[in-house]
């Protein structure tokens, strides 16, 4: 660590991060990024993991309807397949 608030600085990043910090504790740590380049690099990294993270969780969320679509295609797919292995049995044997 180069400095001795490093330890404090570094434990308060999330909510930094987050604007969680009081102003005057965020005045802090933002003063002690300009000096000192391990937490400035640790911040830096943190955020890069959050929008990182954002994206991905993101694109994992269908819209409502696009599941329901889905949803409906699937059923009716399943229903599709139950009708025909019940009308052509001797087919599903081959
Ligand atoms: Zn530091």
């Known amino acids: ?4 608030h490093c330890r404090q600085i570094q434990a308060s990043v999330h909510d930094y991060l987050d604007g969680e910090l009081p102003a005057s504790n965020a005045e802090i740590v933002s003063e002690h990024l300009q000096f000192c380049p391990d937490c400035a690099y640790l911040v830096q990294f943190e955020s890069a993991v959050r929008a990182r993270v954002r994206e991905c969780c993101s694109a994992d969320a269908a ?3 696009l599941r329901v679509r889905i ?5 009716q797919v399943v229903t599709q397949v139950r009708v025909t292995y019940r009308e052509r049995p001797d ?3 081959r």
């Open 1 to 4: 660590m180069s400095h001795p």
């Open 63 to 65: 819209p409502p309807e």
């Open 71 to 75: 949803l409906t295609r699937i059923t």
């Open 91 to 93: 087919d599903v044997e």
